[in-house]
C-alpha cells in the first residue's frame, strides 16, 4: 500500500557528504533509516518520531542528521564526514498513520579510504 523510493547514494571518498532522500506515496507516521553492510545485520542508523524527536546511533552522531518534509512526505538523512565504515545499503523505513511498517529497496553508499 505504501511504496518507499530512497535515492542520493553513491560512491564518495572519505570525509565527503551525501544527503539521501525517501519519498513516501502514502501517510507517514515515523520515519528511520537503517543500514547493512555485506555479512553484516540491518541496523538503525537514525529515527524521527511523529513528534519531531530525534535519535542516533552513537557511530552517527554528530556526523548524520535526520529531518523531514512532511508537505513533501519525504524524510531525509545528511551524513557528513563520510567514512569507510559507512559504506553500505542504506534502507528508508516508514511507519504509516495504520502502524504498519514498510521498508525501501535500499540505495547504496560507498565510501572509499
Known amino acids: 500500500q505504501v511504496q518507499l523510493v530512497e535515492s542520493g547514494g553513491g560512491l564518495v571518498q572519505a570525509g565527503a557528504s551525501l544527503r539521501l532522500s525517501c519519498a513516501a506515496s502514502?501517510?507517514?507516521?515515523?520515519w528511520a533509516w537503517y543500514r547493512q553492510a555485506p555479512g553484516k545485520q540491518r541496523d538503525l542508523v537514525a529515527a524521527?518520531?511523529?513528534?519531531?524527536?530525534?535519535n542516533y546511533a552513537d557511530s552517527v552522531k554528530g556526523r548524520f542528521t535526520i529531518s523531514r518534509d512532511n508537505a513533501k512526505n519525504t524524510v531525509y538523512l545528511q551524513m557528513n564526514s563520510l567514512r569507510p565504515e559507512d559504506t553500505a545499503v542504506y534502507y528508508c523505513a516508514a511507519t504509516s498513520s495504520r502502524g504498519i511498517m514498510y521498508w525501501g529497496k535500499g540505495t547504496l553508499v560507498t565510501v572509499s579510504s
Open positions: 524521527i518520531t511523529s513528534g519531531g524527536r530525534t
Open positions: 502514502g501517510s507517514i507516521f515515523s
